[in-house]
């Protein structure tokens, strides 16, 4: 699977981590937006707005985001239309399964400062393996948010 990832300074030892993971121990196909190296004056837009985009226009493909509680990275890539990101800091799991099966998001942010290296491995293998549902009312929901 195609997945793009970004973030800031916040979130950038847990994403060379999550690159490691996704590609060694899950076998996905990964381009990294950035940030290339912790610089703690960075913009996370700078890093999310590319991911969200290609997310928009690679069908199929998959997002993940990072930054310190992961709020503005989501908030940055859910204003690129297509994108459907949810959130993740910690807290039940059912959050990430609910976020694919009702609302087949397609982005996952995830709070970096809230949540481990363990943690995160578990909560991203958990969202790349729950399956949209499919059922009517919850494409419906999602295809009046592209308007």
């Known amino acids: 699977m ?10 950038y030892d847990l994403k060379e ?14 381009t990294d937006f950035g940030a290339e190296s912790f610089d703690e004056s960075d ?14 226009t690679d069908d ?8 310190g509680s992961g709020q503005g990275e989501a908030m940055s ?5 297509g994108v459907r990101a949810a959130v993740y800091y910690g ?8 976020s694919r099966e009702h609302n087949d998001a397609n982005v996952l942010s995830l709070g970096a400062r809230f949540i481990s290296e363990s943690e995160m491995k578990e909560i991203v293998r958990l969202w790349l393996e729950t399956e949209f549902s499919e ?12 308007i």
């Open 2 to 11: 195609k997945i793009y990832i970004g973030t800031d300074h916040a979130g």
């Open 91 to 98: 807290g039940p799991k059912e959050i990430v399964t609910l």
């Open 43 to 56: 913009d996370y837009s700078d890093f999310i707005v590319p991911v969200a985009k290609a997310v928009a």
């Open 60 to 67: 199929g493909s998959l997002g993940i985001v990072l930054g």
């Open 135 to 146: 059922n009517e009312r919850h494409q419906r929901r999602i295809d009046k948010l592209d």
């Open 17 to 30: 981590k999550l690159k490691q993971f996704l590609v060694k121990d899950l076998g996905h196909d990964v």
């Open 77 to 81: 890539a859910n204003r690129t239309q």
